[in-house]
Nanobody, 115 residues
Framework: VQLVESGGGLVQSGGSLRLSCATS????????MSWYRQAPGKEREWVAF????????NYAASVKGRFTISRDDAKNTVYLQMNNLKPEDTAVYYC?????????WGQGTHVSVST
């Protein structure tokens, strides 16, 4: 199983970024996917969830209405569209899949939001 995040960077407050997580090594369309983030000095926290098929999504209260999770099963990729970014969104963002009760993570992509 491999997960590779990309799309992070430095953006001003109020700006937007689109993160991607390209996957391989498992049948992507059969698995739920999630995004997490870890800010400096803080624990990793869940951000968003999308079910297999994309019919169900869920978001942390802190990002609801600003972030959108989506998936492209043809490309084995999950996305996180982040709008109206705030300085408190600064973190390393990770995608995750759970397969046979084991969590697999990517290496993360860094998002930095300046005031």
């Amino acid at each position: 199983v491999q997960l590779v995040e990309s799309g992070g960077g430095l953006v001003q407050s109020g700006g937007s970024l689109r993160l991607s997580c390209a996957t391989s090594g498992f049948v992507f369309r059969n698995y739920d996917m999630s995004w997490y983030r870890q800010a400096p000095g803080k624990e990793r926290e869940w951000v968003a969830f999308i079910s297999m098929g994309g019919t169900n999504t869920n978001y942390a209260a802190s990002v609801k209405g600003r972030f959108t999770i989506s998936r492209d099963d043809a490309k084995n990729t999950v996305y996180l569209q982040m709008n109206n970014l705030k300085p408190e969104d600064t973190a390393v963002y990770y995608c995750k899949v759970t397969k046979w009760n084991r969590d697999y993570w990517g290496q993360g992509t860094h998002v930095s939001v300046s005031t």
